[in-house]
């Protein structure tokens, strides 16, 4: 294995939204989760591109193969193209950090199921592309990138998943952490029924659905009224839709209150109050206004507690897989390559 000073060390948070490099050379990316390939002859000369990714691929999705790889925050089980797009993914990455041709070490944070039952095809996926993997949970990469080890609970909240985990200063056990798929893209199914239910004449997108939820996001009460425009009959109309988007952002808060209590219970009690008050959102979520404070008043009912946001949801998972990648020792590498 090569020195650590020869080594490009990158870490990435692989999501099912976005996805997220952080490298050793101080370089940052972010790209959507999306990649697709020309459907024919006529599409590669338009779009001049063997493949495309993030937001060039769907804008150009009409003529493109497109994949969306994760699914709840697992690569899609039984699809080798799935496979081949977080590898292309992951390698369009690491490129555009500036890594390619480079001994890569990649800390990759993934969703602590996927870790459980995806991992023979993350390993699989990330073979060519990297020479050692060290696959972490999402959320203890945010916590080590934070240097909050210790009585912390963090709360990454993704597109396809909510991950849960508390940091009792080890690595965390299957025990410390949880995974609901109670997150972005059920906020978004919940949006499009809510909608439907109420402006059934609208046309609109789930593509559409997800950029009103990025700007437009609550819990409790909102600010103003929320409206949006979509084709009525081929019109571009105004809907009003304030009550569905809470609605359908609220419906987050029972069911990550109730496995928040539920791994606060299982703290030991000496701790749980410094737990409590050390609760730490993470993920794109993590920016819904008003989901804090609704989770902190969840908290009053066992003594009161505070929960805050991190300052940097794009990079705060990528941050810790890179700081991970720095102080891992050698044994703790997968090696991939040859």
Same mark, same amino acid.
């Given at each position: 294995?090569?020195?650590?000073?020869?080594?490009?060390?990158?870490?990435?948070?692989?999501?099912?939204?976005?996805?997220?490099?952080?490298?050793?050379?101080?370089?940052?990316?972010?790209?959507?989760?999306?990649?697709?390939?020309?459907?024919?002859?006529?599409?590669?000369?338009?779009?001049?591109?063997?493949?495309?990714?993030?937001?060039?691929?769907?804008?150009?999705?009409?003529?493109?193969?497109?994949?969306?790889?994760?699914?709840?925050?697992?690569?899609?089980?039984?699809?080798?193209?799935?496979?081949?797009?977080?590898?292309?993914?992951?390698?369009?990455?690491?490129?555009?950090?500036?890594?390619?041709?480079?001994?890569?070490?990649?800390? $990759?944070?993934? *969703?602590?199921?996927?870790?459980?039952?995806?991992?023979?095809?993350?390993?699989?996926?990330?073979?060519?592309?990297?020479?050692?993997?060290?696959?972490?949970?999402?959320?203890?990469?945010?916590?080590?990138?934070?240097?909050?080890?210790?009585?912390?609970?963090?709360?990454?909240?993704?597109?396809?998943?909510?991950?849960?985990?508390?940091?009792?200063?080890?690595?965390?056990?299957?025990?410390?952490?949880?995974?609901?798929?109670?997150?972005?893209?059920?906020?978004?199914?919940?949006?499009?029924?809510?909608?439907?239910?109420?402006? *059934?004449?609208?046309?609109?997108?789930?593509?559409?659905?997800?950029?009103?939820?990025?700007?437009?996001?609550?819990?409790?009460?909102?600010?103003?009224?929320? $409206?949006?425009?979509?084709?009525?009959?081929?019109?571009?109309?105004?809907?009003?839709?304030?009550?569905?988007?809470?609605?359908?952002?609220?419906?987050?808060?029972?069911?990550?209150?109730?496995?928040?209590?539920?791994?606060?219970?299982?703290?030991?009690?000496?701790?749980?109050?410094?737990?409590?008050?050390?609760?730490?959102?993470?993920?794109?979520?993590?920016?819904?206004?008003?989901?804090?404070?609704?989770?902190?008043?969840?908290?009053?009912?066992?003594?009161?507690?505070?929960?805050?946001?991190?300052?940097?949801?794009?990079?705060?998972?990528?941050?810790?897989?890179?700081?991970?990648?720095?102080?891992?020792?050698?044994?703790?590498?997968?090696?991939?390559?040859?």
């Amino acid at each position: 294995m090569s020195g650590k000073k020869d080594v490009f060390h990158v870490g990435i948070d692989l999501g099912t939204s976005r996805s997220a490099i952080a490298a050793s050379n101080g370089e940052h990316h972010v790209v959507e989760s999306y990649v697709g390939w020309p459907v024919d002859m006529v599409a590669r000369k338009v779009v001049k591109k063997a493949v495309l990714f993030g937001h060039e691929a769907l804008e150009n999705r009409p003529m493109l193969d497109l994949h969306r790889p994760l699914e709840r925050g697992l690569i899609k089980e039984g699809s080798p193209k799935a496979e081949a797009a977080v590898r292309e993914l992951l390698a369009h990455l690491i490129e555009r950090a500036g890594g390619a041709g480079k001994t890569v070490h990649a800390v $990759v944070g993934v *969703p602590a199921e996927a870790m459980r039952v995806s991992r023979q095809h993350l390993r699989n996926a990330v073979k060519g592309v990297a020479d050692s993997l060290l696959l972490v949970s999402e959320p203890f990469a945010v916590a080590y990138g934070m240097d909050a080890l210790l009585h912390t609970m963090i709360i990454d909240i993704g597109a396809g998943t909510s991950d849960f985990c508390v940091m009792n200063g080890r690595y965390p056990t299957d025990d410390d952490q949880r995974t609901l798929t109670h997150a972005g893209d059920s906020v978004d199914e919940q949006l499009v029924l809510q909608i439907r239910a109420r402006h *059934p004449e609208a046309n609109f997108s789930i593509h559409m659905v997800r950029d009103w939820k990025e700007k437009h996001s609550f819990v409790g009460e909102p600010k103003g009224p929320v $409206v949006v425009e979509a084709p009525v009959r081929g019109k571009p109309t105004s809907l009003e839709i304030t009550a569905e988007m809470r609605k359908a952002c609220e419906s987050l808060v029972g069911p990550l209150s109730e496995t928040m209590l539920d791994l606060l219970s299982r703290v030991d009690p000496e701790y749980q109050q410094r737990v409590r008050n050390n609760i730490v959102l993470a993920g794109g979520g993590s920016q819904i206004p008003g989901l804090a404070a609704a989770l902190e008043r969840t908290l009053e009912d066992v003594g009161g507690g505070k929960v805050r946001a991190v300052e940097d949801p794009v990079f705060a998972g990528a941050n810790g897989s890179l700081a991970i990648a720095a102080d891992a020792p050698e044994g703790d590498w997968e090696r991939l390559a040859g």
